[in-house]
């Protein structure tokens, strides 16, 4: 099959020729028809991520239908058109993930970036009838981060105000769309107004540019305070979102691309009643009931760009420069 292969840090990934994966016990083969980039994809690529391995097959998202079942795993599958759960033996325990099992697919397994996959049957589910492959695959990491974050963890309830920061990425974007769906209000930040235009037309109720100085005030003056605010910079943004967030708020944050939470003041924390949780990927339990909410309220993820799979880098290359406003997919072709 045709693979794009990472064989080193800063390396640019290529489209080689490698064997067909063989499921094992339990497991199945799935030929992909469509894979989606995360931002993991990048840091792996820029050794910025534990655990490397080389050469690896990235890619944690992807669609397609079942080709062959290993011993013991369900025959009645092959010929299922599916999607694929990419965090892997998540535990017993819903609270938080068993660090000794779990696993994200693309690293230490081979990924999705490929013409076939091969996973635990366990992982893959019917693919939600009102997408196509390429809008499939660009639910699963995003998907159930971000619901994890919006549901299990914050525990939205529709009326609710919510504060999004980052519209645009991938999880974010996703975020945004469940938001709307539960019937709450929503809010974005972005650093393009471009990007905030598109997440008006969508259904956001209100916005700000963090790149003017007075951007919290703006939003002060269109919501108030924030019931939930997801956020997934971390950062000396992360003081203003304390600020912004109503007594009795939760702030929920899934990332630290801008660095370390520094100068919070406790009183600002604990006389507001703030309950500030992290969260990463998700339970077998909420990709199932992240699935059910898409396919209930036909939530359809935006797809900004579909590159060829032998233009994985500069997919890559594409996602790194932060121009998408939704997820970045690949067809895979066989």
């Known amino acids: 099959m045709q693979a794009l292969v990472l064989e080193g840090v800063n390396q640019p990934i290529r489209l080689k020729e490698v064997p ?10 799935v030929q992909l028809k469509a894979a989606a980039l995360n931002h993991r994809d990048v840091w792996i690529q820029k050794g910025q991520y534990a655990g490397l391995k080389f050469p690896v097959i990235p890619g944690s998202d992807g669609a397609g239908i079942v080709t062959k079942a290993g011993m013991g795993a369900d025959t009645t599958l092959i010929g299922k058109e ?7 033996f998540w535990g017993d325990n819903p609270r938080t993930h068993d660090r000794k099992t779990f696993r994200i697919l693309g690293l230490p397994d081979d990924g999705t970036f490929a ?23 660009a639910l699963p990491l995003g998907g159930l981060t971000g619901y994890r974050a919006l549901f299990t963890r914050a525990g939205l309830q529709p009326g609710e105000k919510v504060l999004i920061t980052g519209a645009g990425g991938g999880v974010a974007q996703l975020v945004m769309q469940f ?10 930040t972005s650093g393009s107004d471009e990007k905030i235009a598109k997440a008006m037309q969508m259904g956001a109720s209100g916005s700000a540019n963090y790149r003017q100085p007075d951007w919290t005030e703006g939003l002060k003056a269109q919501a108030g305070s924030f019931d939930v605010i997801i956020d997934s910079a971390a950062g000396e943004g992360f ?13 929920v ?63 890559l290359r594409y996602m790194d420069n932060a121009a998408q406003f939704g997820k970045i997919v690949l067809a895979v072709e066989n």
């Open 20 to 29: 067909d994966p063989q499921p094992g016990t339990g497991e199945v083969l």
């Open 179 to 188: 938001a709307v769906a539960r019937g709450a209000q929503v809010f974005v």
């Open 239 to 251: 003081i203003k979102l304390i600020d912004l967030a109503a007594p009795g708020g939760r702030i």
């Open 82 to 88: 599916v999607i694929i759960n990419p965090g892997l």
């Open 253 to 315: 944050f899934y990332g630290g691309t801008t660095g370390l939470i520094n100068g919070i003041v406790p009183g600002k924390v604990f006389w507001k009643q703030l309950s500030i949780l992290s969260t990463t990927m998700g339970s077998e339990a909420d990709f199932e009931a992240m699935l059910q909410f898409v396919a209930e309220k036909r939530i359809v993820p935006v797809v900004d760009k579909v590159f060829p799979l032998a233009d994985g880098e500069a997919a």
């Open 115 to 137: 013409g076939y996959v091969k996973v635990p049957a366990a992982y893959v589910h019917p693919k939600p009838a009102h997408l196509s492959f390429e809008q499939a695959a």
